[in-house]
Antibody, heavy 120, light 109 residues
């Protein structure tokens, strides 16, 4: 079964750091670009960051550039998001998502999400 | 930055009726890069349509997508109870790499 499982969320104070993980199974992880997408409570979806299959290129939303770092370990089938200098507005459910195929820029597989709460 | 505006914000319909959801882009979007999702409460989004009109794996044929340029439409031909959810369109661009519309809530009338 194709699956993504996020972990690492929790409560953190403003200015703090957190590292999210996303464990992939059921597909050839190293062949697909991956993204993080977040959803603030009661709000819509916001793309956060993406990484190419080999990890050589990374992309960020302006709202997180310079504070968040996306990475992957293809030997462990795991995607990461290192979040530093966290702000209240980073509070959200964070989903990892798999890019559908080489020709499509849609996300066909999503994890169940992990909640990040930034509050003092 | 390409902004996607979805309308209506809320759509109230009954099972068996036809639903038409709109997604308008602030600039022209390649049809290859326009997708639709729905999201039920407490669940992750699910891909319905990619490349504007192609159904994702396992999506029933009552869902169809159309459009080009700046205007895209998701149509659900006959609503089933499980179709009531929030629907999002999404596009792939340059900066930011991906953007989502604000969503249309499809609720039972």
């Amino acid at each position: 079964e194709v699956q993504l499982l996020e972990s690492g969320g929790g409560l953190v104070q403003p200015g703090g750091s957190l590292r999210l993980s996303c464990a992939a199974s059921g597909f050839t992880f190293s062949s697909f670009a991956m993204s993080w997408v977040r959803q603030a409570p009661g709000k819509g979806l916001e793309w956060v960051s993406a990484i190419t299959p080999g990890g050589g290129s990374t992309y960020y939303a302006d709202s997180v550039r310079g504070r968040f770092t996306i990475s992957r370990d293809n030997s462990k089938n795991t995607l990461y998001l290192q979040m530093n200098a966290l702000r209240a507005e980073d509070t959200a459910i964070y989903y990892c998502a798999k890019k559908y195929s080489s020709g499509s820029h849609a996300f066909d597989i999503w994890g169940q999400g992990t909640m990040v709460t930034v509050s003092s | 930055e390409i902004v996607l505006t979805q309308s209506p914000g809320t759509l109230s319909l009954s099972p068996g009726e036809r639903a038409t959801l709109s997604c308008r882009a602030s600039q022209s979007v390649s049809s290859s890069y326009l997708a639709w999702y729905h999201q039920k409460p407490g669940q992750a989004p699910r891909l319905l349509i990619y490349a504007a009109s192609s159904r994702a794996t396992g999506i029933p044929d009552r869902f169809s997508g159309s459009g080009s340029g700046t205007d895209f439409t998701l149509t659900i031909s006959r609503l089933e109870p499980e179709d009531f959810a929030v629907y999002y369109c999404q596009q792939y661009g340059s900066s930011p790499l991906y953007t989502f519309g604000q969503g249309t809530k499809l609720e039972i009338k």
